[in-house]
């Protein structure tokens, strides 16, 4: 099925079981991470099943056009393209998104970003008729805004970007979860879609570029190469949105209100000095993800 430099493994048949071992040790050979996991995600993918299912059909036999259709995909992964932007799904917060080249895949870090902002306003929310107001600011997939507006129902979001195209996949995926008519879509580089909107919010949420220009070049070429270089080129430094974010962000949040950045773990400390440096913000504090490095930097709005 597979060749492999002067090896082709051809047998008379496969099935579903022979055909995930044979992929994963190839892709393991090729470096490929998560080998296992990634045959029997792309077979469950061509064949428009779950992998619960994949596994109670081990010994079902694959025919010649599904077997052809899963060579296209193995060659794809083997060219580096993500996984996800095969399948055009992404899992986050237990939720599936679409997700293609035009935007930034969600990463599991970004969940403490809707960790932190149900912690702040679901207890307010759910008291008396407060709407609290949440601004996603450069809401790629939509990934957050739609889980804020689930797990938030009284809540009233904004979500911006300034890719077209992101917002019509942020839309999609509103309307695939059922939360389009609570978000407001507004195309625009960072504030300037705002600025003419009067109106300011209880949580302003963002998961910005940060990737420094002196580091693009290392990236894996899984995201190098094909996620979106304006989602993750934070400029020189990759502090260049942290900083407007943060400087600008008094401008549009009520007080009492919060502001929540995502980032590299090495730049909560530089972004921490710069709030200590605006007067309006209280209770400044970084916390740490899942892997126990600082990623989320909050403050609170006078």
Request: hydrophobic share 35%.
């Amino acid at each position: 099925m597979i060749n492999n430099g002067n090896r082709a493994m051809r047998p008379k048949s496969w099935t579903i079981k022979g055909l995930i071992k044979v992929t994963t040790d190839f892709l393991k050979e090729k470096q490929i991470e998560s080998p296992r996991l990634t045959a029997e995600v792309l077979l469950s993918h061509l064949l428009n099943i779950n992998r619960v299912t994949l596994y109670l059909t081990l010994d079902q036999p694959l025919n010649e056009s599904e077997i052809s259709g899963y060579r296209e995909l193995i060659k794809r992964r083997l060219r580096r393209e993500p996984l996800q932007y095969i399948t055009g799904i992404q899992e986050f917060w237990s939720l599936d998104f679409i997700v293609d080249p035009q935007v930034l895949i969600p990463r599991p870090e970004s969940e403490l970003l809707v960790e932190q902002a149900i912690e702040r306003l679901k207890p307010a929310a759910v008291q008396g008729d407060h709407s609290p107001r949440i601004l996603d600011l450069g809401t790629g997939c939509g990934a957050l805004a739609t889980v804020l507006a689930k797990e938030i129902p009284r809540s009233q979001i904004w979500a911006t970007d300034v890719s077209r195209t992101a917002i019509d996949i942020a839309r999609i995926n509103a309307e695939k979860h059922g939360v389009s008519r609570k978000i407001e879509y507004i195309q625009g580089d960072l504030w300037q879609p705002l600025r003419d909107k009067d109106i300011t919010f209880d949580l302003i949420v963002s998961n910005p570029p940060y990737v420094s220009a002196e580091e693009y070049e290392d990236l894996p070429p899984e995201v190098r190469s094909y996620e979106p270089r304006l989602a993750l080129d934070g400029r020189e430094g990759g502090f260049y949105f942290i900083r407007e974010i943060i400087e600008r962000s008094p401008d549009f949040l009520n007080p009492g209100g919060w502001l929540l950045l995502e980032m590299a773990p090495n730049q909560t400390d530089r972004a921490l000095e710069l709030l200590e440096c605006i007067d309006t913000f209280d209770k400044k504090m970084r916390i740490k993800d899942y892997s126990h490095r600082y990623r989320v930097v909050c403050a609170q709005y006078r």
